[in-house]
């Protein structure tokens, strides 16, 4: 079954807003077997917007429409949608009913335009928005779907998870389907492309292996198909192999595998953080903070993160984390000697158990012959051992950033399991 | 002119990466007056990328496709566009040099598939593209134009910048337009709209105003065209009539608009600190290190940014901050006293000329019926006086962040402007 996503709105195609909402649909729709064959973007007229339906439904059983929703722009997608499938428009009650309890609820107050977004096309049937005001609709016309959906992110996810995906399923019964994805950290793909030649030489015809990489990380994804009838048993013997397929991935890269599916690292961190009943705090200079941000971000994380230094200049990282001035000056601020005097440091201005430090040359200045932009060292210690690893990355600032923080992340990881 | 962006490769129909491209070639192409009227993807097969092609060009003048010029999927594209345009292919000896030196500064060995890379159809315009190793290609058929382009987005930002848009704007030479955008924090949409309707209803109509709104912050974007024929001094009669307005715009919200263009809250407040010589610090609670992180994320924040300190526990704003543990006691971590003498706190301990602390309920639990989540204090301090603000966001715990450092940077911005 194959799906167009169709994106409605001048905004797209100005660039005033990025499309992340068909990137989100097309993983969720390939997670259930649902294949994404071309996307497209159109403006706000009705003109465009049926070109752009036509278009898509020539090579799609399904067309999936976000956006043009919004109460400024409501008449136009709504009455071009009521025009192509020949449908009257009629006031509905439960939905105007059901956006004046949800104004009341975030406290605002209900549009005067209330009532002409309750306006619906009487041929669609109307999907529930339990996250905002405009419904979904859904139409069928020659066996073909189409589906149309507010652009507010959060609003399309809900009704994508709780009213379209089910649908599709009920209405597109396919072939089992499952995923397994092992996250990695700390090396690029081709290294490990090259660990696991035999295992995919070896993988059986229904099951894939996938790279996804990103900054620092590449994630491993089996997916496995039943490709007969169906089966009673087909669910769990898919399962079955899935996870025996995944348990030999993990085995092949003990060193890399730091999770599963929705992880990321910063929550397996917490996780062996608070499993251990250990404190955990960052020093750093390069970072400015970025790791600790990394690791609030996980709701809960007071319970082992009680907080940072960040120490951006010479006279912190004395004043604050008790670094020697002498070793800054023998050593510099990009050393092995200060990273591990900063984490021991660490240790005692924050009262914690456990302790990153990470300092480095995030760029785009300040890189000298021995110490180029991207040179970081990081050190990770507890009241026992110390652990420094030095790093060069590129000469991208943000970047920079953020993979010290990936890699000191792995680094406290693998000190925690020592 | 009417431009379409045509998106080549499975990554993006499976939703692997996400398509930040199309944004930013709209914004730059909008900029300098061609209008985009269509986005699609497609995928990686020479059936899907003609039928993209052709669905294209129906309606468009200029065709820019993205992407499908990796070594690995380099056949494709490239021998589909040959075969479209009836070019032969042929060996490249300067696109193959360029890509032997290229991969000779980076360090890496010339991949095996160099010689095949530096094939390409005769008949195309090759675009040098000296950020990566895949010329960029130029084609015209019928009046119309079509350019392929790597999906890297370095290199295509690089190819577009250096050889698409001054090229475009040779083959089609268009009328004037002119930009100017004014960045406000701090203030809703909406309200900045009722405070901007006559300044709206009286423009002259070759200046149109576009409100971009991004999270606690919205930009405010005129543009000027030249509608009559070209005249010679039209460029300098849009620029002043454009600097009349936006001079306008700005006495009408002189508390909200805190720079231009491509400025950012992190860089306008370092350049105050900078011109103040002012040293400058954090104490952050709800926000883990994230202002933090946003401040050193501009280059040379070294100059006015020694450090900060995380306290996301009540020790450490005792320990480190010198908060009275009777504050926390009698007022609670999300307070104004609390706030107020960690901003204190962090002028000691930091030993900077001002601070900003902020301390908040990010969520999603916490709250009680007294401090909803989402509630936040801040304060500014120097020396001679603080100030302190309250907010109530809302329930996401990363959008409660990031509003919150948008916040406080405005509060500080404004702090140092009193």
New interface residues.
Partial sequence: MNVHLLTIGDE?????????N???????L?LRGFR????????DTQE?II??LE?AVS?ADVVIMTGGLGPTKDDITKKTLADYFGSEMAFHQETYDRMAAYFARIGRQLPAAASIQATQPVQALLLTNKAGSAPGMWFERDGKVFISLPGVPFEMEYLMAEEVLPRLADRFPGKPIAHRTLLTAGEGESNIASRLEAFENNLPANVKL?Y?PSLGQVRLRLTATWDEALHPDAGVQLHTLLENKAAELQALLPDLVYGYDNDSLQQVVGRLLEARRLQFGTA?SC???????L???V????NY?????????Y??KT??LGVQPQTLVRSGAVSEETVREMALGALD???VDVALAVSGI????GGTPDKPVGTVWMAVADRRRTTAEKYIFGRD??KN?QLTATYGLNLVRKFLLA
């Fill in positions: 797209i195609l100005i660039g005033q807003i990025t499309d992340t068909s990137a989100w649909m097309s993983r969720q390939n994404v064959t071309g996307k497209s973007s159109v403006g465009a070109h752009g278009q090579r996938a996804l750093e970072t400015g903070g970025y790791i600790a941000h690791i609030t971000s709701p809960g994380a007071s993160f009680p907080g940072s230094i960040i120490s951006y200049s006279e912190m004043k604050l201005a924050l009262g995030a760029g785009p200045d600032r943000l950033i």
